[in-house]
């Protein structure tokens, strides 16, 4: 036989007989991804910008005044 002639056996396809493969969950619309991509940006970022700054690293800022 050659390689495109030769069916796997046990594969799961819809003339094998074998079922149970669960479905598949829609993915959201692309629009949906990046709003929630940009939420989460906006959300890290916000917490990067809210923390203190470490009394090491402003004892550094200092010396170099």
């Known amino acids: 036989m050659k390689g495109g002639d030769r069916k796997d056996v046990g594969a799961n396809t819809p003339d094998s007989g074998v079922s149970g493969s ?3 969950k829609r993915r959201a619309s692309p629009a949906k991804d990046e709003g929630q991509v ?3 940006l906006r959300s890290v970022y916000k917490s990067a910008v809210d923390e ?3 009394s090491e690293m402003l ?4 010396k170099l005044d």
């Open 22 to 24: 669960a479905p598949r």
């Open 38 to 40: 940009a939420n989460a």
């Open 52 to 54: 203190d700054i470490p």
């Open 59 to 62: 004892d550094l800022l200092r």
